[in-house]
């Protein structure tokens, strides 16, 4: 049956293909004496056995697509399979209790995830989570149902999920995935994001994509107009396919603009920069033609790591996306971990509130052995480009002294060392908590550059969780009251003689653009895949018209009015 899903537009682009769906299949089994035990040792193996050619298929998939590093960790979850300590356990609680199969590796892998879980070391804590992955493959196994393998997905799909994490999102291979639609989510969570710069068409926040669509069904999905279509009919496939094809045209157009200078109609110069979560993104803003990297989410490279990445891996990351982007500049933020974004070896505190808890700089001044070792890489790699550094989720003048402080410390340890730092490192803060956005001014003061995050910003203004479709009614970049903060923080800026960007997705929102250009806004850094149609737009609009544009906006009640404010000025 057709029938239609609506959710959020989260990233340009059209596909039509059959569902993959990515959810966790129900595991839950019945607890049973048994009373052929020999019955369960022989399925029990068997499961151990298909087990391990699945594991040794993904391992071989993983190191050809992401990398040898990458693909350690199935060696481990093949150790695990094969430890006779563990093996031996499942197989004498089958005989001497008579339990079935699952209930034996159910009760044994719970006891040593356990154990594992209690022990200090970070390295062994990481052993529970292998195990626990490990166990349920092979109950799976034995409650005869397949668990979904994203790695390996080989032909042209739509991923269907609840959510995606960033990690789920990083894993879909572009050749195969076309598109993927969730029910839970909004435009500037996590996994929208990711979709956005690996150019994947996706549509977030559907609420139950997931109940109505099976595993097969064609789905036709528009991530422009948050639209899909399960089971579409002939003619709406042409018609999806027709707006895809619109949209390649329009990019086909946008590239061309690919080294142009961004210029407004009246010749003023802003810069547009990118936003990148791994060093294999340069290429993407380069081929886009971005002028800067204006921020580089730096908890990517951590959340892709096994255990914390030590000095020299960062170093050797940030060195080269320094390099890569020559002369450009590079604005990297230090990690924020916390809220959508979870670290397997570091145990955040499970809290109500995640995104208003511990979380981003929060983390860094309590954990700053892991927050110096950062510092030091990037300290290191400085001398490669131009580096600016920003701290994330700053709330007061206060937290901002400390990380500086701690910078400071270790610019100086390392130059004591004899090891050469760059003189020119200018370092910032992301306004995103409207603490910081109000005291701006005082701010000004002591910061390099302030770059505006917008998602938290107006999540935290408005009081909506960027991860709630039910409230994403409230994420309002147009809103008066956003606009305002956002003034405040560029005219105090200009006020000390330093610069505003932003970083939000705000930036490459194309009704946003052209408010922010009447107010001043210097730089500009969005998903890279937005940077040529901003370039487009900015050509066709006048800073003094855009002023005025900026002062109606300041003065109106409602982002309705903000955007027919924008219509009347810029055109649809
Ligand atoms: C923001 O909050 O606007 C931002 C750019 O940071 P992130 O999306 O990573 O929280
Ligand atoms: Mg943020």
């Not at 154990?115 to 005869?144: C, N, P, Q, S, W």
């Not at 009246?266 to 803003?285: C, R, S, W, Y």
Request: with cysteine; charged share 25%.
């Amino acid at each position: 049956m057709t029938e239609k899903i609506l959710g959020i537009a989260a990233s340009d682009g059209v596909a039509v293909a059959p569902v993959y769906k990515l959810v966790q299949p129900d595991l839950s089994f019945d607890r049973k004496e048994v009373a052929d035990t020999a019955l369960e040792i022989e399925r029990l193996d068997k499961a151990l056995e298909v087990s391990k050619g699945e594991l040794q298929q993904i391992r071989d998939k993983a190191a050809t697509s992401l990398g040898e590093e990458e693909a350690k960790v199935f060696d481990a979850h093949m150790l695990v399979l094969e430890d006779p300590e563990m093996v031996g356990q499942i197989k004498s609680a089958i005989t001497d209790t008579r339990i079935n199969a699952e209930a034996a590796l159910t009760d044994v892998s719970d006891m040593f995830i356990g154990i594992f879980e209690t022990m200090e070391d970070a390295y062994m804590k990481e052993r529970a989570a292998d195990i626990r992955d490990v166990a349920k493959r092979v109950l799976a196994h034995l409650v005869g149902v397949g668990l979904p393998n994203p790695s390996m997905i080989n032909e042209e799909v739509i991923v269907v999920a609840h959510d995606l994490t960033p990690s789920d999102t990083a894993q879909l291979d572009r050749n195969f995935v076309k598109g993927f639609i969730t029910n839970i989510g909004g435009r500037t969570s996590h996994s929208a994001i990711m979709a956005r710069s690996l150019e994947i068409p996706a549509i977030v926040g559907t609420n139950n994509v997931v109940e109505k669509v099976e595993n097969g069904t064609v789905l036709a999905l528009n991530g422009m107009t948050g639209e899909a279509i399960s089971n579409p009919t002939d003619e709406q496939i042409a018609e999806f396919k027709a707006a895809g094809e619109k949209y390649a045209a329009q990019k086909a157009e946008w590239a061309r603009l690919k080294d142009a200078k961004t210029v407004t109609a009246d010749g003023v110069h802003f810069e547009l920069a990118a936003n990148i979560g791994t060093p294999k993104d340069v290429e993407g803003v380069l081929n886009n033609g971005g002028e800067a990297v204006g921020l580089y989410r730096t908890e990517f490279l951590y959340m892709d790591s096994p255990s914390f990445p030590t000095e020299e891996d960062q170093y050797q990351a940030y060195k080269k996306v320094l390099v890569d982007m020559g002369d450009r500049p590079v604005v990297v933020r230090t990690m924020d971990i916390g809220g959508d974004k979870e670290l397997p070896y570091l145990q955040l505190p499970h809290e109500m509130n995640p995104f208003l808890g511990y979380r981003a700089i929060r983390v860094c001044l309590h954990e700053t052995d892991m927050f110096r070792t950062q510092l030091r890489a990037l300290l290191r790699a400085s001398v490669h480009g131009q580096l600016r550094i920003m701290f994330p989720m700053i709330a007061t003048l206060g937290e901002f002294r400390d990380a500086k402080a701690i910078f400071k410390d270790e610019e100086a340890k390392l130059r004591a060392e004899g090891v050469a730092v760059s003189d020119s490192i200018e370092l910032g803060i992301m306004i995103e908590i409207p603490a910081a956005a109000v005291l701006a001014d005082k701010f000004a003061k002591e910061v390099d550059f302030f770059s505006i995050g917008t998602n938290d910003l107006i999540q935290y203004t408005m009081a909506a969780d960027r991860m709630s479709e039910r409230v994403s009614y409230l994420y309002q970049p147009y809103n008066p009251s956003i606009l305002r903060l956002i003034d405040n923080v560029i005219k105090a800026a200009h006020a000390e003689g330093k610069w505003a960007g932003m970083c939000g997705e705000m930036a490459g929102d194309q009704t946003a653009v052209p408010l922010l250009v009447g107010m001043g806004l210097d730089e500009f850094s969005m998903s890279a895949t937005s940077i040529l149609k901003t370039r487009s737009l900015m050509a066709k609009i006048d800073t003094t018209k855009m002023k005025e544009l900026a002062e109606k906006a300041l003065d109106s009640c409602t982002c309705a009015e903000v955007e027919e404010l924008v219509k009347q000025y810029v055109g649809e």
